[in-house]
């Protein structure tokens, strides 16, 4: 894993931003109307981060990034559905970036209500039938159900960027595309790289 921080300068830069995030040494980058009045003319971000909903995990707060630096997706459970690839491939073929984080994180309330198999209204049932797959891929696992079905999602979900965007599998074969799971922490801040 150190190494593929090591060899990649946007995953470097989104955990150096954690870092600072985690120690409360925030330097709030591109914030400024200066920053503002230069993406009028485009947005060159350097990470796509594939994320939860929940009020928690805020990519640009958890990374101590600012305005036109990541491509931000964020549904509750971070699962997948057509608009959400083509969001991503937007992001990776017209935007031309590199960098895909799938980032699960703890105590998460569409893994909960997956593994409580809770009757849910509405339209929220199709949240934990994009969540079955990692259910039973988890489930009889050792260890905290919810973690280990967040883990197990975030991993193929990942997968199945790998397989399904539009040429994404021969960038990651040349890698010009990558592609990482990620977990983070509620209670300290930290971004695990899986
Ligand atoms: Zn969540």
Redesign the pocket.
């Known amino acids: 894993m150190k190494d593929i921080i090591a060899n990649n300068e946007h995953l470097r830069k989104l955990i150096e931003g954690n870092k600072r995030y985690m120690a409360s040494h925030l330097e709030h980058p591109d914030q400024t109307s200066e920053r503002r009045f230069e993406l009028k003319h485009g947005q060159h971000p350097f990470a796509i981060i594939l994320?939860?909903?929940?009020s928690r995990?805020p990519p640009e707060v958890i990374f101590d990034q600012g305005l036109g630096d990541l491509y931000v997706v964020r549904v509750?459970?971070?699962v997948l559905d057509q608009m959400i690839v083509a969001s991503i491939e937007y992001a990776v073929l017209h935007l031309n970036v590199s960098l895909i984080m799938v980032m699960?994180?703890s105590?998460?309330?569409?893994?909960a209500a997956t593994c409580n198999h809770e009757q849910l209204e509405g339209h929220l049932p199709s949240l934990t039938f994009a969540l079955n797959a990692a259910f039973n891929k988890a489930k009889g696992q050792p260890g905290n159900l919810v973690e280990n079905v967040?883990l197990a999602n975030v991993d193929l979900v990942a997968n199945e960027l790998k397989q399904t965007g539009a040429h994404f599998p021969e960038m990651v074969k040349d890698n010009q595309l990558t592609i990482v799971p990620a977990y983070y922490h509620i209670g300290t801040g930290k971004v695990d790289l899986l």
């Open positions: 994320g939860c909903s929940d995990v509750a459970g971070n699960g994180h105590q998460c309330g569409a893994v967040t």
